[in-house]
């Protein structure tokens, strides 16, 4: 079955360090999103990606990046890690047509000291 | 993205039918609306969308009065499994954009035997 997956689904890290998130769906989906999720804020979007070698900045992408290099992965990359950037990332994916419905992966823990 | 407004939280008993409702005031006329569900230490996951009147599907049913400035989300006979955040989201991603999909705090509902 066609599925989103991210790698890894804990990471701890030190500040200052640079981590990079995976995420990866086998849908052939046109649209990648990165978002974080924080207690008391929802969720709240970093970066997106309309296909390959497209990206664009969310509500929140200071201190982030993405690349799309094919259709199927979007890596996340925190090039400096900071306390603040200590959340849980969850990837998304959407079919180019279809209105709002977006495909979640099981996220990944990041905890940075 | 027209904003939406949600109860922070909701309590249930299993078996019982549960109304989540969500204000949209400033809705727009291409804006369609979204519920996602979301459950612990997961990605949330797309329950149903409308546009007006009513949408039902196996899993939920979408009420949308005639103004759509508010929708309601129903629930048939809860059960534990069930309980879990729900989001509302208004907006029309072909216009706007991908960039200004937000999410919100959503609604905790907790179902109780």
């Known amino acids: 079955d066609a599925e989103i997956t991210q790698s890894p689904r804990h990471k701890i890290t030190e500040t200052g360090r640079q981590v990079t998130l995976a995420c990866h769906q086998t849908w052939n989906h046109n649209n990648m999103f990165w978002y974080r999720q924080d207690l008391g804020h929802g969720l709240r979007l970093i970066h997106y990606s309309y296909g390959v070698h497209d990206t664009n900045k969310g509500e929140v992408s200071d201190g982030y990046s993405v690349s799309r290099s094919n259709t199927e992965d979007l890596p996340l990359t925190l090039e400096s890690a900071a306390s603040s950037q200590t959340s849980v990332y969850f990837c998304?994916?959407?079919?180019?047509?279809?209105?709002?419905?977006?495909?979640f992966g099981p996220g990944t823990r990041l905890t940075v000291l | 993205l027209a904003k939406t407004t949600q109860p922070i939280s909701m309590d249930s008993y299993e078996g019982q039918e549960v109304n989540i409702t969500c204000s949209h005031n400033n809705i727009a006329t291409n804006d369609y609306i979204t519920w996602y569900q979301q459950f612990p230490s997961q990605g949330p996951r797309f329950i149903i969308q409308?546009?007006?009147t009513k949408v039902t599907n196996e899993v939920a049913s979408l009420f949308i009065p005639a103004d759509r400035k508010s929708s309601t989300l129903s629930l048939p006979r809860v059960s534990l499994s069930d309980t879990a955040v729900y989001y509302c989201l208004v907006g029309d991603m072909k216009n706007t954009g991908f960039q200004k999909l937000v999410f919100g705090t959503g609604t905790r509902l907790l179902v109780s035997p």
């Open positions: 998304a994916s959407s079919p180019r047509m279809e209105r709002d419905t977006q495909y």
């Open positions: 409308g546009y007006k």
